[in-house]
């Protein structure tokens, strides 16, 4: 294995080595079911430790493009093929114990409390914003969203998800299920729409009040199963990729490009709900299908509920470029649901770094705790 380990670069010795494994993997140098050499041969030959190795190996498992077998060595499971011909998967059977027991709930809370952005920051933002900004939090927020965040929202994308963006793709609203309400609209309601099974219960409910023809496909432990995807009729698929509620499952990356794969055979639209997803333990943040996908054929949706505090009721859609126009003719209309003085507040958080700052320190306290 030929391996450059630039010393000089900004970017850390095992995000490279990492990269060159994908890139070998995605072309096939080192194909399905094949072992990876050994993590001191790699580290040998790229002149890194071998704890650097182990590092990029598990960003590896962590993705779904290799498996560790136990005194064995890493073999590659990433599929690049669609996968409708494959042995039937084991679905996903959702159990009593997934329902919203009192003690789920509270455990729920905790969580939520635990990744909830410390007072003291978000009230010295807060009157910061009231300091700089003036009257101008007075003024009623452009239909779209305020500029100053849909333009921080796109820098944060770019730096942290790869998902490269104008603002006037982005368009904010009071939380995911305002969006669900206004992609329906956006859409139509001639086609069928999916969503997994089981899902968060406030998507399946939204579809079905603006009136969807709705299909729910069951889950197996990396995603939706094939044969469910290849027996829909739907044209628009609705799916939560990263920790899906309440079944935990995480799509792996050969699942998101049959998803990606999949909605392009039926010329239809993928909706991505990638709430959560900023607070993997994982070193590196997951792949957005949005990222992946150069069609134009993913909505990506996400929100600041978990990762700033419950209360911040906003959530940001981004649209594909060839979208912009038939969203302005159709919804343009609308008026934004945000007040323009919490627009104002996050923007800060994301400019002034304290976002992103916040992000790191709560991935660190779970990595922490999972080590345990």
């Not at 997994?196 to 199963?225: A, F, N, T, W």
């Amino acid at each position: 294995m030929e391996i450059y380990i630039d010393n000089n670069s900004n970017e850390p010795a095992y995000l490279q080595l990492y990269k060159k494994i994908v890139k070998d993997i995605v072309t096939d140098v080192y194909f399905y079911g094949s072992k990876l050499p050994s993590k001191r041969t790699i580290a040998a030959d790229s002149g890194v430790s071998v704890i650097t190795v182990e590092h990029a190996f598990s960003l590896l498992c962590e993705e779904g493009y290799v498996e560790s077998r136990q005194r064995s060595g890493y073999y590659v499971i990433y599929i690049k093929d669609d996968f409708l011909n494959v042995a039937e998967a084991v679905p996903y059977i959702f159990k009593e114990s997934d329902l919203e027991s009192d003690e789920k709930v509270a455990d729920i809370n905790q969580s939520a409390a635990d990744s909830t952005i410390s007072y003291s920051l978000v009230s010295k933002t807060m009157r910061r914003v009231i300091a700089d900004y003036g009257e101008r939090i007075l003024v009623k927020s452009p239909n779209h969203g305020c500029n100053e965040l849909r333009t921080e929202i796109c820098a944060y994308l770019s730096r942290s998800r790869g998902i490269h963006v104008k603002p006037s793709q982005v368009i904010i609203g009071s939380g995911a299920e305002y969006l669900y309400g206004l992609l329906v609209q956006l859409l139509g309601t001639e086609n069928v729409y999916a969503i997994e099974s089981p899902c968060y219960e406030k998507i399946e409910k939204v579809y079905r009040m603006m009136g969807v023809d709705l299909e729910k496909l069951k889950l197996s432990d990396d995603g939706i199963m094939s044969e469910e995807l290849a027996s829909s009729k739907a044209k628009y698929l609705h799916v939560t990729p990263f920790h899906s509620y309440p079944s935990g499952i995480t799509a792996s990356i050969s699942k998101k490009h049959e998803y990606l794969r999949w909605i392009e055979n039926r010329n239809g639209i993928l909706i991505e709900d990638n709430y959560d997803s900023e607070l993997t333990v994982s070193m590196k943040p997951e792949e957005t299908l949005f990222s992946m996908s150069g069609n134009g054929k993913v909505i990506y949706i996400n929100t600041f509920t978990k990762t700033i505090a419950p209360s911040v009721r906003l959530g940001y859609m981004i649209l594909p470029e060839h979208m912009e126009k038939e969203f302005n003719e159709k919804l343009g209309f609308y008026s934004c649901t945000v007040p323009v003085f919490d627009q104002y507040v996050v923007a800060e958080l994301i400019k002034n770094g304290d976002f992103e700052r916040h992000i790191n320190r709560v991935r660190r306290q779970k990595r922490k705790n999972k080590s345990w």
